[in-house]
C-alpha cells in the first residue's frame, strides 16, 4: 500500500508539473508576442485607464438610472452596454497579452473577468434574466423566481464594482506608491495603505453580494390585493353584471393613494361576457399608462384581464440600488482614509524618526551624508526612464531602498575598515598557508567557501605588489618596440601621450597601431603574444557594427586611448595590480563589442531575443561580455593565452565586472560608491592635499601620498576604480577638446535619434532625447555634462588630482554648448540667465573640489 502511495503521489507531482509547465509555455508565449509592448504601453495609458473608470460607472449605474428616468425601453441602454461589454473584453485581452506574467491567473484577472460576464444580465436581448424567469420589471406571477432574478442582478451589479479594485488609484484619498515618494518610511507606508484598503474594499464587495442571497430561504412577501381585485371583478362580471360598473369606481379608488396602480381592464380573449360588461370594457385608468413596457404588470384571469402601472416601486427599487452602490464605493473611499491617517500614526511617524535619527547618527560619521541621500532618488528615476521595464514586473524589495540603503553602504564601509586593520596582511597570510601540506590548504580553503586552486591560489593576483611597478628591462625593450609600431603606423607618442587622439580621423592602420600600443606590457606588465593580440584585435574590430553611428570600432578605440591616458595620467601602476590594468585596456577596447546601436531599456520593451536571453538583466552587457571571450577562444586570438591560471581567472573577473558595471542602469551606484570613498578616507585626503600645497611651493609634482596610495591598494578599492575608470572612460567624450567632443555628440545623437524614429514605429515609449522634434543638442549636452558627467567626475578629482585638468575641459564645454544655444536658437534673455546661472554653478563646484 505505501509503494501504491508513493506510486500515486509521484503521478500527481508529475500532472501538476506539465500543468505548471503548460501555463509557463502559455505565459512565455503571450509575453513574447510582438503585440505585448504596445499593450503594456496602453494598459499604462492614463487615457486608456480614464475610459474604463467611466466605463465600469456607466456599467454600475446606468441601468438603474435608465429606469429612474423612465425611458420608454432598453434599446438605447442595450447600445451604451454592448460598447461597454466589448471594452471590457479589451480590456481583458490587452492586460493578458500585455502583462501576463502577473495578470493571467491573477486576482485582478478574476474580477475583471466577473465584472465582465455580470454585464449581460443587464443587456435585454441576451436574454439570460428571462432565462432566469424573471422580466425586466419588478415582480412576476411567481414570486421566488421573481425575487432570484432580483437577487442575481444585485449579485452581478456588486460584483461587477470589483473592477474599480484594478482602478483603486482614481479612488480619492487612496495614497499612489508610484515610486516618487521620498524615503523607505512613505513608500512602506503607502504599499501597505494601499493593500490593506483593496483587502477591505474586496470584504465590502463580497458581504454586498453574498447577504441577499440568505432572503433566498425565507417565505416571500407579495401584495395578495391585485389579484384578489382581479377576481372579484371578474365574479361580479359573471354574476352581479349590474354592479360591474361600480365595482370598476371602487377598484380604481382602493389604489388611488398607493404608488402602484391599475390602468386597464379589458376582456381575456376567448372570453364570453355579457354585453353589458364588454360595453364598459376597455376600462381606463385617468392616471394614464406607464412609459416604460417593462414597468406593466398583467393579471390575466379566465375572462379579464387587468394591468397594473408599477413604475414607482421599480424606480424606488433603482434609487435604493444607485444608493447602494454609492454607499459602497463611499465605504471603499472611507475605509482606505481611515486605514491612512492609522497606518501614518502607527507606521509612518515612528518610522521615520528612527530613521531621521539614522540620518543624524550618520551624519556624526560621514559630513556629506545628505548629499548621498539625495542621490538615490536621482538613481531611482534613472532605472525606471533607461529600463522602461513592465508595471507588472515591478520588484518590491528594491522600491525600499532610501535611507536604509544608505545605512547599509556606511556600515559596509566601515566594516571594511574594521576588517582592514584586524586581519594579517595579505602576504603574512600567504605566508602562513604555504608551510602547510596541499591536501590541509584544500581543507581550508572548503571551510572557507572557496574553491581550491591548487599552487594556483598562490598567484599574488589580488595584492599590490611592488613588482606591479613594471621598471624591468624586459619592458624598456618592449616599450622601444611599440613605439616603433606607432611611428611606423604614422604616428607619434606626443600624440597618443595627448587628448588631441581622433579615431574618427584616423584609418584603420593607425587605429590598430593605437589600441595596440595601449596593450603594451610596459603598461601592465602581463605577458602576450604581439601575433595573437595583432589577431584578436581584428577580430573585435570585425564584431563592432559599421552601421552604427556612435558605437563602432572608433569609440572602442577612443575608449581604450582615453583609459591608457587615466592611467598615465594618475600613476595607477602606484595603486592597480597588473592584472587590474591589463583588464582595464581589455575591457575598454570589448566593452561595446557586438553593439546593435539600441539601448537596454529599448531591447526590453521590445521583448528583443536577446533580452529574453538575459531575462532583461543588462542584456547588452551580458552580450558584450560573452562576446570578448568568445574572441579569446578562436583561433590564434588567445591574448590571454600566456597568462596562468590565477592571472587568468582574475583578469577575467575583472573584465565582466567593469562591463557589467557599464551598464547606465549602474551610473549612479557608482557615483556613491566613490562618494562614500572619498568620505571614508576624507581626512587622509584632507592630509594629502594640504601636503601637495607644500610641495608644489617646492617645486615638487608629486601629488599621491603613501597614505593615499595604501588606502587606494585594498581590493575592494581597487575594483571599484577599475569600474570607475572604465565608466568615465566610456563617458568621456565631454572631456575631450570641443572639436572632437562635438564630432562624438552628433554622432550620438544620431544614434539615439534613429532609435527614437523605431520607438515612434514601435509604439513604445519616446524619451526626448530620442524624438527628432523635441531634441535640442546644445541643451541636451549641458544637461548630460551637469547631471551625469560631473557628479562622476568631481568626486574623483578629490581622489586622483590629475583629473582635474578633464574637469576643467568639462566645464569648457558646457560654455562652449551655450554659446552655441544662444547663436542657434536665439533664446530669451531670461533662459540665458538661467542658462548661465547652472554653468557658473558648474564651475564654482569645480573650484570648491580643488580648493
Not at 499 to 509: G, H, K, M, Q, T
Not at 760 to 777: I, T
Request: net charge negative.
Amino acid at each position: 500500500s505505501n509503494l501504491a502511495l508513493v506510486t500515486h503521489s509521484g503521478s500527481f507531482d508529475r500532472a501538476t508539473s506539465r500543468a505548471n509547465m503548460a501555463v509557463h509555455s502559455v505565459k512565455d508565449f503571450v509575453v513574447k508576442h510582438p503585440l505585448a509592448p504596445p499593450c503594456r504601453i496602453l494598459c499604462k495609458s492614463w487615457t486608456f485607464q480614464t475610459i474604463m473608470f467611466l466605463a465600469v460607472m456607466a456599467a454600475l449605474f446606468l441601468p438603474d438610472i435608465w429606469i429612474l428616468a423612465d425611458r420608454p425601453d432598453n434599446s438605447d441602454l442595450d447600445i451604451v452596454l454592448t460598447l461597454v461589454f466589448s471594452l471590457f473584453i479589451f480590456e481583458l485581452v490587452v492586460q493578458c497579452i500585455g502583462m501576463s506574467r502577473t495578470y493571467l491567473g491573477s486576482f485582478f484577472f478574476w474580477m475583471d473577468l466577473l465584472g465582465a460576464a455580470s454585464l449581460v444580465l443587464d443587456i435585454s436581448f441576451m436574454g439570460v434574466t428571462e432565462a432566469l424567469g424573471g422580466s425586466s420589471g419588478l415582480m412576476t406571477s411567481n414570486a421566488v423566481v421573481m425575487r432570484t432574478a432580483r437577487i442575481a442582478k444585485l449579485g452581478a451589479r456588486a460584483g461587477r464594482a470589483t473592477q474599480l479594485l484594478h482602478m483603486f488609484s482614481f479612488i480619492p484619498g487612496i495614497p499612489k506608491d508610484n515610486g516618487t515618494s521620498v524615503g523607505t518610511a512613505k513608500r512602506i507606508s503607502a504599499r501597505l495603505i494601499s493593500s490593506l484598503s483593496m483587502r477591505v474594499s474586496g470584504l465590502v464587495i463580497l458581504m454586498v453580494s453574498v447577504m441577499p442571497f440568505r432572503n433566498m430561504w425565507t417565505f416571500p412577501s407579495m401584495d395578495w390585493s391585485m389579484k384578489g381585485w382581479a377576481e372579484n371583478l371578474e365574479l361580479s362580471a359573471i354574476e352581479h353584471p349590474d354592479r360591474f360598473a361600480r365595482q370598476l369606481l371602487r377598484y380604481e379608488s382602493f389604489f388611488e393613494d398607493l404608488a402602484y396602480y391599475p390602468f386597464e381592464v379589458s376582456v381575456a380573449d376567448g372570453s364570453d361576457l355579457p354585453d353589458n360588461i364588454t360595453a364598459l370594457l376597455p376600462w381606463k385608468s385617468s392616471r394614464g399608462a406607464p412609459k416604460r413596457s417593462s414597468n406593466e404588470y398583467r393579471l390575466e384571469g379566465d375572462r379579464i384581464v387587468c394591468v397594473y402601472d408599477m413604475g414607482a416601486p421599480i424606480r424606488w427599487d433603482a434609487l435604493m440600488n444607485v444608493l447602494l452602490l454609492a454607499f459602497v464605493i463611499c465605504v471603499m473611499v472611507g475605509f482606505s482614509l481611515i486605514l491612512s491617517n492609522t497606518v501614518s500614526e502607527i507606521v509612518l511617524t515612528p518610522l521615520q524618526n528612527l530613521l531621521s535619527q539614522v540620518h543624524q547618527t550618520a551624519a556624526l560619521i560621514f559630513k556629506s551624508v545628505s548629499d548621498m541621500a539625495s542621490a538615490l532618488k536621482p538613481e531611482a528615476s534613472m532605472s525606471d526612464d533607461d529600463l522602461g521595464g513592465e508595471e507588472d514586473d515591478f520588484d518590491a524589495a528594491a522600491a525600499f531602498r532610501g535611507e536604509t540603503d544608505l545605512l547599509e553602504k556606511v556600515v559596509r564601509r566601515l566594516q571594511i575598515m574594521s576588517e582592514a586593520t584586524a586581519r594579517p596582511d595579505g602576504e603574512e597570510e600567504e605566508d602562513r598557508r604555504r608551510g602547510l601540506a596541499q591536501k590541509d590548504r584544500a581543507m581550508i580553503a572548503m571551510l572557507g567557501g572557496m574553491g581550491f586552486r591548487g599552487e594556483e591560489s598562490l598567484e599574488p593576483t589580488t595584492v599590490w605588489r611592488e613588482t606591479d611597478l613594471c621598471d624591468d628591462e624586459d619592458f624598456i625593450t618592449i616599450f622601444e618596440q611599440q613605439q616603433q609600431i606607432v611611428e611606423m603606423a604614422g604616428l607619434s607618442l606626443d600624440q597618443l601621450n595627448s587628448w588631441n587622439l581622433n579615431p574618427l580621423e584616423l584609418d584603420r592602420a593607425r587605429n590598430h597601431a593605437a589600441a595596440l600600443y595601449s596593450f603594451g606590457s610596459h603598461h601592465h606588465g602581463l605577458p602576450f603574444s604581439p601575433v595573437e593580440m595583432g589577431k584578436f584585435l581584428e577580430e573585435v574590430e570585425s564584431s563592432y557594427s559599421r552601421n552604427n553611428p556612435y558605437h563602432t570600432w572608433y569609440h572602442a578605440v577612443d575608449v581604450n586611448h582615453c583609459v591608457y591616458r587615466f592611467m598615465q595620467l594618475c600613476s595607477c601602476h602606484q595603486f592597480l595590480t597588473r592584472c587590474d590594468r591589463f583588464a582595464l585596456v581589455l575591457s575598454a577596447t570589448c566593452h561595446d563589442i557586438g553593439h546593435p546601436g539600441l539601448s537596454n531599456s529599448f531591447l526590453i520593451e521590445s521583448s528583443d531575443d536577446l533580452a529574453l536571453t538575459y531575462n532583461d538583466n543588462s542584456p547588452l552587457e551580458m552580450m558584450h561580455c560573452a562576446k570578448l571571450f568568445e574572441v579569446l577562444a578562436r583561433p590564434r586570438c588567445d591574448a590571454l593565452g600566456k597568462l596562468s591560471k590565477g592571472y587568468y581567472r582574475e583578469v577575467r573577473r575583472l573584465c565582466v565586472d567593469a562591463i557589467l558595471m557599464s551598464d547606465f542602469s549602474k551610473h549612479f551606484t557608482l557615483i556613491k560608491d566613490i562618494q562614500v570613498c572619498c568620505e571614508v578616507h576624507a581626512e587622509i585626503l584632507d592630509e594629502a592635499r594640504n601636503t601637495r600645497r607644500k610641495k608644489k611651493l617646492e617645486g615638487d609634482s608629486t601629488w599621491m601620498s603613501p597614505t593615499v596610495q595604501e588606502a587606494l591598494r585594498t581590493p575592494e578599492t581597487r575594483g571599484s576604480f577599475v569600474n570607475l575608470l572604465l565608466h568615465l572612460a566610456d563617458l568621456s567624450n565631454s572631456l575631450k577638446p570641443f572639436r572632437i567632443a562635438r564630432l562624438w555628440a552628433q554622432r550620438q545623437l544620431e544614434e539615439n535619434l534613429i532609435q527614437g524614429d523605431m520607438e515612434k514605429d514601435m509604439g513604445l515609449p519616446l524619451l526626448p532625447l530620442n524624438d527628432r522634434s523635441k531634441v535640442c543638442p546644445p541643451l541636451a549636452q549641458i544637461s548630460f555634462i551637469e547631471f551625469l558627467v560631473s557628479p562622476l567626475l568631481y568626486p574623483m578629482v578629490k581622489i586622483l588630482p590629475p583629473l582635474q585638468s578633464s574637469a576643467e575641459q568639462l566645464v569648457l564645454n558646457a560654455k562652449m554648448w551655450q554659446s552655441q544655444w544662444v547663436k542657434d536658437h536665439k533664446p530669451t534673455e531670461t533662459e540665458q540667465t538661467q542658462l548661465s546661472d547652472r554653468v557658473m554653478k558648474l564651475q564654482s563646484v569645480l573650484h570648491e573640489v580643488v580648493r
